[in-house]
Each structure stands twice: as structure tokens, then as C-alpha cells.
DNA sequence: TAGGATTCTGGAAGCGTTTGCACACGAGAA
DNA sequence: TTCTCGTGTGCAAACGCTTCCAGAATCCTA
């Protein structure tokens, strides 16, 4: 384990000279450069980062809070966010924190609490207004996906968007009843997600002149299995069922595909479904989408974050900022059967 | 951002007796520390972690190689390791590498030559005698899951014991033709899980007294549209169409059953299906399945390195670990249909 | 009551870097 | 020729902790 001065003792400089040639910072010339890179290579030398960082107050690590990790849409940011961030030489320190309130601001304290980061990425973490204040304060960017919050900048597709888009899909295919099954808006997390895919859903309908029914509107887990169960529920009783189903996410509306078809119900003949995200699986299930890239996200917030860092007097956007989210037509959805 | 010295003002204390006050390490009165935590939670004070690593040469750091996050396995290990490692107050730093072997050697060394972690869990990554030797002669502890590996401890379930598991529930049921829906065993990485697998399953058929047949291995990628597009060949031709299929993971079982479905067979009734892993989704799709837990799989792996970071002497198994996996009945597997 | 053991505290020496400052040198400008 | 100015290099002072060592106070034990 040889140290800065071992490199410079070999390569017949100082310490300060080995210190600028390898960190590229100063004046050195070409010749000793290449003398002093020799010498570390040989002896296999490599910074000391707690000494460097101790010294430059600069740690090169990013912080990554995020409420779950096996699930697409978290992997898929977790990804995008690692290979933005090794790109450019930072690594990734991984905080999961469940969603509940208690536990939320409990990360956070632990994370403005610990100098062990220079930055921080929020994964769908809604931080009050004092608290992303005092992050600030302490001189950390940070970045969020999902909000908008106050304070931070943030990305995200936009929800009501999103589901406006699905709806119209739906609309425009001839339908009218539609189910649009979400999550509980009562959940206070996730920057109300699904209270603002509701309200996409419901501003489509009423548009188009259907006055909005609370029983067309369904709350289930965002997952397959949740999906399914919902599905078979609503699907089971032929007097309720709709001809349409807007999922909030694909996940669920894959669940739905999976219960209509095990009730002899075909897509998209006897039920046209569409969902959010663009998962995976959803083209093997044939399942029409409002796709949208959370790695691409993660990246966009990476970028935000290190530019702050490392590219003085650069801000990032100071309002939320609508990532694309574009609508993928596959085989679930199709104009209703004509009932007689 | 104040630092030691003025806590210790505060207290009315030396910088030293602040150190062992808050570190717990060496004699404190009970007095003295109350007063210096108080001090120090005013001052809302907390140490650098640079400059305590620079001397005592521990980062709290823990490195995590992965090859893949968006798959349950190894989301799964995340999450379990995670959890452990927060539990004893180490971060997670998070290395995300392709299994390319050009990948793994590079995050190899970049992860050797760096001095900012402590020690390293490689999930899936065949380090080589020469690379771990190398490793652990810097001191660092390593643990793998996957396995075995030279000169590191590691630990996965017994996969030849699970396919053999798998294989002589079907037996046992009365299946004979029994196709094996696995990986590429020419795919050298996973430590030959594959081609494992395969071994497990066939000796098991042998031992039944059915002869193996090269035609009853069909390799196809580690997911649901993977086992679904096997599926659709394999079960399209009655005259090749075996009674059960043995899914070396749930994903491609699930696969499996979507394509059986698709085509009009009921499972289990038409064929029975069993896979590895037990999958959230499995229960939805009532998958009979040999059950394991990645996750304390990853908090096994955390306790290893830990331990031999903490307590000084304690040595991990020198050996490979098998973790246990059950067999988890479900529906999808039953005695087949009696053609007369 | 002496003397060793135990507990408590402070001073100061690092830990391995980065960087401000001083200085030396050669080149071009005055 | 003398003066700047841009380069290239070294010295030494931080950076903010932990820990060794020594000394003081207290407590037992003989």
C-alpha cells in the first residue's frame, strides 16, 4: 500500500508535483507527467480518497433514495442512474427507504446528518420545504424524480397527462365504459400519482360528455397480482362490466389481461386495456401503453446534480421539468364490440 | 458545518474525550458524555467520515457487484443486503456489471485499485484464484452468492440438489416425459447454473430409468417471454408435447403456463409445470415451484464480511454454503392425464 | 497507610492528501 | 539590458479526526 510520497521519491519529485500530475490540476510538463504516471503505475499507487476528500471536502459519491428496488420503474432508475454516474467517475451509495413517513424523514436526517455524500438523487421522496432548504444550505445539490417540490428540481411525466392520453385512446375508440383502475388516492406518497391519474382519466371522460361515476374508479396495488384480483372482480359480474379498462400501470393492467382471459373474456374484443410505463412485459401481452424511460430519467438527474457540482454557477431547471411519455399501440385495445 | 473543536468547547472538554465520548471507544464519565452529546446534537455536529477513515483506514463502505438489478433474484439480494448492511451502520456502494467478462475484470480492478470500501459482496462473479488472492491480500473481505469460488466464502442453494428436487416431484407424480426448459450451457457465467441445473434433472430422469434425451433440454433466456416463446414451440406439436415441463426459474415456468394456456391445455390437467425460486408471481399463477430467498441470502453475505471486519480472528466458512430451498407445492403441478 | 490498579482527561502526533505561496527559469516586450 | 509574464516545481500548512502517552484523581487491597 504506497503512498503519494513513495510515488514521488520514484518518480524524483515532490509530493505536490505527483499530487498535480495525476489529478491533472496545475502546472506540470509533459515530461514529468509521464515520469510521475509510470511511478504510480509501477507501484500500483492509487489516492487515498478519505485523504483527498478530507482535503477538497469532495467525496465523489451520490446518494440514491429510493422506496423499492424490485419493481421496474425503481430498477430501471437505479440503472440509468448507476451507469450515468460511473461514467463520470462518481459512485452510488443505495438508501431504500420504505415509503411511510416515519422512515422517509428518518433517511433524510441520516443522509443531512452524514458527510458522506456530495449530492443526493430522491427517488419519488417528497421532502418538505425546510428540509430541501437545509440540504441546500448545507450545499448539496439534489435532484428529485417525481414531485414537483418545492425548491428542488424535479422530472417526471406528467401524470394527468399521461392518463388523459390513455383515456382519449380509449375514447377515441369508441368507448364509454370505462374503469380505470389506480391506486389509492388516500396514499399520501408518490406525489399523489394516483389522485393525478385520476384526474386525467376523469377530465378525458368528462370531456367527451360522460359524467364521472365514483365506481368507475377502482384502487388496487401496482402490481400484477393486484390487477388480477381487481380484474376478476370487476370482470366477474357481466352487469358492471366495462368495455374498457385504463390501468395505471402496466403491471395491473397485465393482471387485469391475465383475469379477463382465465373469465373466457377476449382482448381486445370483449375488453380493451391500456396501461402506463411501457413495461417489458407488456408486449409480449400485447398491451397497449403510455410508455415512458426511467432510466433516461435517472440520467437526466444525474446530469443535473453533477453539473451543479462540477460546473460553477450552472442551476438546474427551477420548476418541474414533463419528461416524455408517448402512447405505444399494441393489441389490447380496440373499438368496443357492437352490442345489438 | 462545525466541526470537533467546537464541540468540545461547548462541552467544556478536549477534543480527544469528544472523539471517545461520541465514539463510545476508551474511558468517558457518564457525565462527561451526556454533556458532550448534548453539545454535539446543538451544534447538530457529525463527523467527517474522510477524516475519520483517514486514520483509522475504515471507510464503512461495502461494495456490491451485480449483474443485473431488474430481475427478482437480484433485486431481491439488494434489498437483503441493504437491509443488513444499514442495520450495522455500513452504506452500500453499488456496482452494476454486465456478465461480460471484459465487464467484470474491468470493475474487478476498479474496484481493487480504489481505496473506498471496506470489503466487497460480488454476486455472480467469477473472480479468478489470482484476482481473489489478490484481493484478500489487501485485506479486504469478500463474499460471494453464487459459487464456489477459490479462496472466498460463498453460498447459493444446492442448484443440481434443486433440480433433482424439482424433477423427482414430477417423477413422483408419474410424469415420463418431462422436458427441461433451462439456460444456454455454453453461457460460462452464473457459475454454470445452468448446465447444473441440467445435471440435476438428469440424473434424476436416470435414476427413474429414463434415458436421457438431448432432445428434452431446451435453453431459452431467463424470463417470462422467454419461457412463453419455448412455450409456444414446444406445446404447438402434440406429438412432441411432453406431460410436464421443468422450468430451471418461475419466470420462465410462468412462461411456460401463459404459452400452455394460449393453446387451449389447462395446467395442470394437460401438463405440470415446476420452477426454481418461488417468485412473487408464482403464487398468482398457482406455480409449484423450489423455493429460495435471495434476500437473506444477501444478509448472509453482509454477515460474513462483517463479521471478519469487526471481530479480529473470525474466519468465514472456508468452504461453499448451501442455503436450504423447499419445494413449494402449488397447482400447477399434478399426475398426468391418463391417455389409456 | 502505602501502593498498585482503574478510571478519566488533555496534549500532541499523526493519517495522506491538496494547495497557497515562494521561487526559479526562459521567453518575449520595452 | 531589464522587466514582465507564463511555466514548472517544492515547502509547508492545512483538512478534521483518532489514538498514544502521560498525568491526575479515585478506589481497592494488603
Redesign the interface.
Known amino acids: ?1 504506497s503512498g503519494i510520497e513513495d510515488v514521488a521519491t520514484l518518480a524524483g519529485v515532490s509530493k505536490a508535483t505527483v499530487s498535480r500530475a495525476l489529478s491533472g490540476r496545475g502546472y506540470v510538463s509533459a515530461e514529468t507527467r509521464t515520469r510521475v504516471s509510470a511511478a504510480a503505475a509501477t507501484l ?1 499507487y ?9 482535503v477538497t471536502g469532495r ?1 465523489n ?1 451520490v446518494g440514491v433514495i429510493i422506496p423499492e ?2 419493481q ?1 420503474f425503481f ?2 432508475i ?2 440509468g442512474v ?2 450515468a454516474l ?1 461514467d463520470r467517475g462518481y ?6 427507504t420504505s415509503k411511510t413517513v416515519e422512515e422517509r424523514s428518518r433517511v433524510f436526517e441520516y443522509f443531512l ?4 455524500v456530495d449530492a443526493v438523487i430522491a427517488v419519488t421522496l417528497e421532502i418538505t420545504a425546510p428540509e430541501a432548504e437545509r440540504l441546500l444550505s ?1 450545499g448539496k445539490p439534489i435532484a428529485g424524480i417525481g414531485g414537483p417540490l418545492v425548491g428542488i428540481p424535479t422530472l417526471s411525466i406528467d401524470d394527468v397527462e399521461a392518463a388523459r392520453l390513455a383515456t382519449e385512446h380509449l375514447l377515441l375508440l369508441g368507448h364509454r365504459a370505462i374503469v380505470h383502475v389506480g391506486g389509492d388516492i388516500d396514499e399520501q406518497m408518490d406525489f399523489h400519482v394516483h389522485s393525478k391519474r385520476l384526474r386525467g382519466y376523469r377530465e378525458a371522460i368528462e370531456a367527451a360528455g360522460i359524467s364521472y361515476d365514483p365506481e368507475s374508479h377502482v384502487a388496487t396495488p401496482f ?3 393486484g390487477g ?1 384480483r381487481v380484474g376478476k372482480q370487476l370482470l366477474g359480474d357481466p352487469r358492471r362490466r366495462p368495455t374498457a379498462v385504463f390501468a395505471a400501470c402496466d403491471e395491473v393492467g397485465i393482471g387485469v389481461i391475465l383475469a379477463a ?1 382465465e373469465l373466457g373474456l377476449s382482448v381486445p374484443e370483449d375488453l380493451s386495456v391500456i396501461g402506463i410505463d411501457d413495461h ?2 407488456s ?2 401481452f400485447g398491451l397497449t401503453s403510455i410508455g415512458q424511460r426511467p432510466d433516461l430519467q435517472g440520467e437526466q438527474a444525474v446530469d443535473w446534480v453533477i453539473r451543479q457540482l462540477e460546473e460553477p454557477g450552472w442551476t438546474p431547471p427551477s420548476k418541474h421539468t414533463f419528461v416524455p411519455a408517448r402512447l405505444v399501440i399494441r393489441s389490447s385495445t380496440a373499438p368496443p364490440r357492437r352490442v345489438g
Chains 1, 2 share one sequence.
Not at 492509487?46 to 478530507?54: F, H, P
Not at 446528518?113 to 458522506?116: A, E, G, P
Request: aromatic share 6%; no cysteine; charged share 25%.
Open positions: 500500500m500500483g492509487v489516492v487515498s480518497s478519505s485523504a483527498s476528500s478530507l467525496t459519491n428496488i424490485n421496474w430498477g430501471s437505479i440503472e448507476e451507469r460511473l459512485d452510488l451509495m443505495l438508501y431504500n446528518v452524514r458527510k458522506r448545507l402490481d400484477i397480482p388480477y382471459r417489458p412485459l408486449e409480449m
